[in-house]
Every structure is written in structure tokens, then in C-alpha cells.
């Protein structure tokens, strides 16, 4: 059974940082792919930011340039480093894996909540 377990999150003040952590068990394998997924009150999840195993990024406009994610793949645990939080981060985080058997299996986390306020 495949777990993925959030920490980081919290209260912090416009212009702050977090760095939130995802660590995954129960993988025999490394995932091809894992990232991190945020969804604010009354919106839609959304894609923050994703890494390959190869190390391969992707990230939303609205980071880039803010935030930094990076993984340890002998682990299979990912981080997200946010700078320059803005009222508008304030959501739940949650992390994302996604990996290649026989099929695509796609796995979630429970969420860590960011809270960007003064």
C-alpha cells in the first residue's frame, strides 16, 4: 500500500518561505514522476509543480521564479521550497505520484495547509 505523507505547512507572512516535504512507502519503485498539487477555497486543484525522476520540472506561471521543487529519488520523497509567499499561495498542498507498472498509478497524499497571512 502506497502512502504519501505531507509536512511543512503552516501559518506564514506574505514574503515568507516553507518548505513542504512528501515522503512515500510501500514502493518497491521509484516513481516516474511526483509533484505537488494545491487547492484554495472554492477553486479548483491545481498543478504547483512536478519533478521526473530524471529531474525533469515543470511549474505553474504563477510560481516560477518563487518556488523550487527537487526530489530524492532513493527515497522517493519530494520537496517544494516557497519563497515570496503571497496571499494568494494560501491553500492545501498536495503531493502527487504518479508511476508506470502495467498501468499508470497515480497517488495522493492528505494535504498540508498553507496559510499566507499578516
Known amino acids: 500500500q502506497v502512502q504519501l505523507v505531507e509536512s511543512g505547512g503552516g501559518l506564514v507572512q506574505p514574503g515568507g518561505s516553507l518548505r513542504l516535504s512528501c515522503a512515500a512507502s510501500?514502493?518497491?519503485?521509484?516513481?516516474?514522476?511526483m509533484g505537488w498539487y494545491r487547492q484554495a477555497p472554492g477553486k479548483q486543484r491545481e498543478l504547483v509543480a512536478s519533478?521526473?525522476?530524471?529531474?525533469?520540472?515543470n511549474y505553474a506561471d504563477s510560481v516560477k521564479g518563487r518556488f523550487s521543487i527537487s526530489r530524492d529519488g532513493d527515497v522517493n520523497t519530494v520537496y517544494l521550497q516557497m519563497n515570496g509567499l503571497t496571499a494568494e499561495d494560501t491553500a492545501v498542498y498536495y503531493c502527487?505520484?504518479?508511476?508506470?507498472?502495467?498501468?499508470?498509478?497515480?497517488?495522493w497524499g492528505q494535504g498540508t495547509r498553507v496559510t499566507v497571512s499578516s
Open positions: 519533478i521526473t525522476r530524471g529531474g525533469s520540472t
Open positions: 510501500g514502493s518497491a519503485f521509484s516513481f516516474n514522476s
Open positions: 502527487n505520484a504518479q508511476i508506470l507498472l502495467a498501468t499508470w498509478n497515480q497517488y
